[in-house]
């Protein structure tokens, strides 16, 4: 019978018939799940799951920190034919009440800690039909309307479904990254398993389920020990957690609310992790600080790769790695949740690359915004490109799909905004996004959307935002008002006022008044002249 095409849920069954039961699928603390436990927790979570009620593509929120419930919920989740919908969980009440409207969320997964949000908005979330809470250690009240994940999971005999899914089945990642308010991109589990195949950074890709399988066996049926150190509700870390449990491996989560490196460093020795996943330099500095400070205190000799993704990782402080862990690769993506594998930079102790350049991917092709292909050394700026094993589009919103995925002489590519000059030789130099999206710390921020919060305050006529370079967060959100009269500046009174409307990395670090907005008589918002303002009075150059 011909290979119909990939789903998850099949891999997922599949693997766990061949790597050794005992064999941990997730650590965390000192928590360990065996590949036997996992495979029959998430077997009883996904017949539960259907015995409730849900159909076919019904959608499930995941609102969690990084916690092996996350996965064992998305194993659960692929086998029982249900539609991943991840949460960023710094938003407040009315952004996470947006996702969950917005996604059409039949089911939520969340940690305990987020019940006082659960129970605000839930009344005003009559599609939810199952609430299921998550134990991580803190001590909220549980809604009285929400269930235990932990009695689903533990709930049956652990045998496999054996149902017949699709690779048309879905995996839904909301972004922030180019669509203004957060969209959710479609992926069809075909399409996305083919888009994760990057020839730079595995020997060959799978012809099929039983190839897929042919693999693992040859690797004694073990996969990659694999460390996210950044959100699992981020394509980064997600996309490397599942291609790294399809591979019969191991995800090891760390505990802190907030990122310790040296809590990384050492989860790293005691489980000989061999894949680390960052988001740029905000992981990478605080990990060099960390192997700085106390250069022999960590045994990381089974580190083999470092990858990062969504934000800049400077050329300096992959080196400063390096003179650590000469032995390890660092691989540097250029992507987005719309498409991966625009882009590789891949940085060894004998092979330097510069910040922010990449070699460009076999199916990528970079475009004026008039769709001219950018010619090769002509140092003309240009959008980069992707095209095949695509996403269907953003989940309710046609006008920005067909923004997004345009077809170009006859052939469908995503283009989601970011630009780059093109090489003679073929390598790609990011330049940014056009969009004016600040881009801090990997997460996406629009100046509009902080803009008309600033501007609900009573004491603010007038607003804009934009990005500062910034060596620790890639930018760092900064604002510029101008006052209604007779108002006094208070600068942390209205950073309050933003940080109650909206998630704290979308709160400026900085504001600065003038007399009166930078704006064109036309209106128009001088983004660049704000810039300007905001570097003269930071003492930067931009």
């Known amino acids: 019978m011909a290979f119909a095409g990939w789903n998850y849920g099949d891999l997922f069954d599949a693997v766990a018939r061949i790597v050794p039961s005992d064999h941990p699928a997730l650590i965390h603390g000192d928590s360990i799940t065996s590949w036997r436990a996992f ?17 076919t593509g019904d959608k499930i929120a995941f609102y969690m920190r990084n916690h092996p419930a996350y996965l064992e919920g998305l194993a659960a989740a692929f086998k029982a034919r249900l539609t991943h919908v991840n949460v960023n969980y710094r938003y407040v009440a009315d952004e996470v009440h947006y996702i969950f409207e917005n996604a059409d969320a039949a ?3 969340f940690a ?5 949000i659960v129970e605000l908005i839930a009344p005003r979330l009559p599609g939810v039909r199952q609430w299921l809470i998550v134990e991580d250690g803190t001590d909220e009240t549980t809604p009285a309307f929400a269930r235990s994940f932990e009695d689903l999971a533990a709930d049956g005999d652990g045998v496999p479904l054996n149902i017949p899914r699709s690779p048309d089945d879905m995996l839904f990642l909301y972004t922030g990254g ?10 069809r589990h075909d399409a996305h398993r083919r888009a994760m195949f990057n020839p730079a950074l595995a020997t060959r890709p799978p012809a099929d389920l039983e190839d897929h399988l042919a693999i693992v066996r040859e690797s004694g049926g073990v996969g990659p020990v694999n460390l996210p150190a950044c959100p699992l509700m981020h394509g980064t870390g997600l996309f490397s957690a599942i291609t790294s449990m399809i591979a019969g491996g191991t995800v090891v989560t760390l505990r802190s609310a907030r990122f310790d490196a040296h809590e990384l460093w050492t989860q790293v020795a005691a489980h000989k992790v061999t894949q680390i996943l960052i988001v740029g330099d905000a992981f990478a500095k605080p990990m060099l600080r960390a192997l700085d400070e106390a250069p022999d205190r960590h045994d990381i000799s089974s580190v083999a790769v470092i990858r990062s993704s969504g934000v800049m990782w400077s050329q300096e402080v992959k080196q400063g790695l390096l ?5 390890v690769s660092l691989a540097d993506s250029l992507g987005s949740s719309e498409a991966v594998g625009y882009g590789l930079s891949l940085t060894t102790a004998g092979a330097v690359s510069g910040t922010a350049k990449f070699r460009l991917g076999a199916n990528a092709r970079v ?13 003309e700026a240009g959008l980069i490109a992707r095209f095949d094993a695509l996403p269907e589009g953003y989940y309710k919103d046609p006008v920005k799909t067909a923004a997004t995925f345009r077809t170009i002489d006859g052939v469908r590519y995503a283009i989601p905004g970011d630009f780059c000059t093109l090489d003679a030789d073929g390598a790609v130099t990011l330049i940014g996004r056009g969009s004016g999206c600040i881009n801090t710390a990997g997460e996406k921020v629009f100046p509009e959307e902080v803009e008309e919060v600033l501007k609900l305050h009573p004491d ?25 009269d007779g108002a006094a500046f208070d600068e942390p009174k209205l950073r309050r006022h933003v940080r109650d409307h909206l998630a704290g990395y979308k709160t400026p670090k900085r504001l600065f008044a003038v007399p009166r907005m930078l704006r064109a008589p036309n209106g128009k918002a001088d983004y660049k002249g704000a810039l300007e303002l905001a570097l003269r009075e930071l003492g930067v150059s931009g």
């Open 112 to 116: 305990r800690e987020f019940s006082p």
């Open 460 to 484: 603010i006529e007038d607003a804009l935002v934009v990005g500062v370079p910034d060596e620790t967060w890639g930018q760092s959100v900064t604002g510029v008002i101008e006052l209604r």
């Open 39 to 55: 495979d029959a927790r998430t077997n009883n979570l996904a017949r539960n799951l259907i015995g409730s009620g849900p159909v």
């Open 178 to 187: 180019t669509t203004g308010m957060p969209k959710g991109v479609m992926w």
């Open 323 to 327: 003179r650590h862990m000469p032995k």
């Open 367 to 379: 475009f004026t915004p008039e769709g001219r292909e950018v010619v090769p050394g002509s140092g």
């Open 107 to 109: 089911i939520v997964l």
